[in-house]
């Protein structure tokens, strides 16, 4: 090892992910810790990194309080519609309420934003959404985390939390390795911030082969947000809670401008409306659920599966009547030349042009992650003025470890933050950091010598596998005693896709399958032990690969416990078909215990606290 030089730093704050949390509480970590140190450790480089490193054509979250366009009560009533019931309505609301700020701040650091022309108001796209030209929105944010950190590290991959060892329980920094140098890295911190966003690549892609890469979600998020915090015993709630996206077939563009702004619609192969066929069948299984407005995103999923299977399909987006509009055409485009320029590709590659073909679209992959339209993540406490006691023990955003928060993807049970919900939940774990500090919470923190060479002589152990393996290879590249990062995922991505509720099955998973998946998962654990990494790019692709089998281990642990179809559409539990209040209308919490590797689980109420007074002054 000794060939790895180490670096050790020491900060107050350090911020694992620069994405569009991490500059979020970078930049606010130094508005209320003005003589603190704060550190941002990125795996990419923070200009072009995590979900919004291409651009966005849409601020999907914004209330418009300003005008009396939305309260945050009324985002939060959207979400637990789109979410059957089940999410934090302290945290959402809290995000809520703080949301507009953020993207005011945008707007003065120059992102372009769309306006209307009559009224002067950021043009919406729908009632959430605001539209901008925002191919340089991640380079914007990322200008205001830069000049607000002592020092700002990209292409360092975090692999590892460190621990306090003189009280139980509490945080005390990162490890991990620059994917340039192989410089291993000890950040020493009294506070940490996960940021590092959600979990693609863990089932099986549609993309495979030529297409291989190829995801909705990004490629690159790995499941560090949710494989760190596990790993040292943090609990997590909502890992079930996978995501389905309906998108335009092989390039996975974006459908929220088409249906919102442009107002194309779906049918199926012969032109019907198919979402109307499946309503009683529907009905049968969620109840009155299928009546809310507007209908859960994962019902909607659930009318285009059933009709695919039934023989429906193909299934498209009907274009060619709005695209006849040359301002809706352009808007259709453009959509895509800032966000997703690889499905315009695709359509010209297949000769399709919407104003005349009706584009294909399909379900995605499952994802797992916390900002988007789902809410898996993070066991986090609430702020204090709104959370009930179950949901509140002392700081705003701080998991079930002292002095270790977190934000954006990373946190269950607030879904629909997305960027800009992501950069305030940011600022939010940052306020409350920095006041645990000032608390004097973070005293006398101690992390040994030996806590940090263990998990050195770990990280590189990927290396040292490949060094020595790679003599007993006879022919090829198969080895005996290694298997390479590419072998590993694909087993993983399979073992996911085929018991655990992956296109295979058309989403469809039970207790035997997922009992057999966890088995399956147990013995790849045991194989990654023998992961080879010929340099360090694949020694950060055998620890993105490790992250994402551990989080795999929690998602499907929560779907087993999970015994209910609450999200048909998202996946099935098919020895439990229908959704189940009487017994699920709960949140389901997990604690991995680091110690052996079991994991523990446990129901936590869900408090429906907006409409609540309500309801109780009714009564
Ligand atoms: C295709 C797509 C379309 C979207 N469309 C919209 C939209 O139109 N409007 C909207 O508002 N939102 C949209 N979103 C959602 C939005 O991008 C996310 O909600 C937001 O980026 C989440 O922020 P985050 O900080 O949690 O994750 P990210 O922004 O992804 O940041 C995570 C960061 O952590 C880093 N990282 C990961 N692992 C490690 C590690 N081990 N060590 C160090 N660093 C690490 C990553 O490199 C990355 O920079 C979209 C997302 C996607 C993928």
Request: aromatic share 10%.
């Amino acid at each position: 090892m000794a060939k790895h030089k180490t670096h050790y730093e020491d900060c107050d704050v350090l911020v694992v992910g620069g994405g569009m949390a991490g500059t979020g509480a970078t930049f606010e970590a130094r508005h209320w810790g003005r003589d603190l140190k704060i550190i941002c450790v990125e795996k990419a480089n923070i200009d072009r990194s995590g979900a919004v490193a291409q651009g966005l054509y849409a601020i999907n979250c914004y209330m418009g309080m300003q005008w009396g366009e939305n309260q945050p009560e009324d985002h939060v009533r959207y979400a637990r519609n789109d979410l059957m019931g089940m999410v934090r309505e302290d945290l959402g609301y809290d995000m809520a309420r703080h949301v507009d700020s953020t993207v005011h701040m945008f707007d003065e650091w120059g992102l372009p934003m769309m306006k209307n022309e009559k009224t002067g108001r950021y043009l919406r796209e729908g009632k959430w959404q605001i539209m901008i030209h925002g191919e340089s929105y991640k380079p914007i944010v990322a200008e205001a985390a830069k000049k607000s950190a002592d020092k700002i590290y990209n292409r360092i991959m975090v692999t590892h939390l460190l621990m306090d060892e003189s009280q139980e329980n509490r945080i005390g920094g990162a490890v991990g390795f620059n994917m340039r140098t192989g410089d291993f890295h000890v950040f020493r911190a009294k506070t940490v911030i996960v940021a590092a966003g959600g979990a693609s690549h863990i089932f099986k892609p549609r993309a495979v082969g030529e297409g291989m890469g190829r995801t909705w979600y990004a490629p690159w998020s790995n499941g560090s947000a949710y494989a760190l915090p596990i790993a040292v015993g943090a609990k997590m709630t909502q890992m079930e809670n996978r995501i389905v996206l309906c998108r335009f077939k092989d390039g996975y563009g974006p459908v929220g401008a088409y249906f919102l702004h442009l107002k194309t619609y779906t049918q199926n192969a012969n032109g019907e409306n198919y979402e109307k066929k499946w309503y009683d069948q529907t009905k049968e299984l969620v109840g009155e659920y299928i009546d809310h407005h507007p209908t859960p995103t994962c019902l909607r999923n659930h009318a285009f599966i059933q009709e695919t299977i039934a023989g429906g399909g193909p299934i498209h987006m009907v274009t060619t009547e709005a695209f006849q509009d040359p301002h809706l055409e352009t808007v259709g485009w453009e959509n895509f030349l800032g966000m997703t320029v690889g499905q315009a590709v695709v359509w010209a590659s297949q000769n399709i042009d919407p104003k005349y073909t009706n584009p294909e679209l399909t379900t995605s992959e499952p994802y797992v992650m916390g900002s988007h339209a789902t809410c898996s993540g993070a066991w986090v406490s609430g702020p204090e003025d709104l959370s009930p006691p179950e949901y509140f023990w002392g700081y705003n955003r701080m998991l079930t470890i002292d002095g270790l928060f977190g934000a954006g993807d990373t946190v269950g049970g607030s879904a629909h933050k997305f960027s800009s919900g992501s950069f305030t939940e940011g600022r939010l774990a940052a306020k409350a950091a920095v006041k645990y500090i000032e608390d004097q919470k973070a005293g006398g923190i101690k992390v040994s010598d030996k806590q940090c060479e263990d998990f050195k002589t770990a990280v590189y152990k990927p290396l040292e596998n490949y060094t020595v393996g790679q003599n007993e290879i006879t022919g090829g590249t198969v080895s005996p005693s290694y298997i390479s990062p590419i072998q590993g995922l694909q087993r993983l991505q399979r073992i996911m896709d085929e018991y655990v509720g992956g296109i295979a099955t058309n989403y469809m998973t039970n207790g035997n399958m997922l009992k057999r998946g966890l088995e399956l998962l147990a013995w790849l654990e045991e194989d990654l032990e023998n992961v080879g990494a010929e340099d360090y790019h694949q020694l950060m692709r055998a620890w993105e690969l490790k992250h994402r089998a551990l989080t795999s281990q929690c998602v499907t642990e929560h779907t087993m416990f999970r015994e209910e179809t609450r999200w048909p559409g998202y996946y099935y539990r098919g020895d439990h078909m229908k959704l189940d209040d009487d017994n699920w209308h709960c949140l389901t919490v997990s604690r991995r215990d680091p110690n052996t590797g079991k994991f523990a689980m446990e129901k936590v109420p869900v408090y429906h606290i907006v409409d609540e007074n309500e309801k109780k002054k009714a009564s």
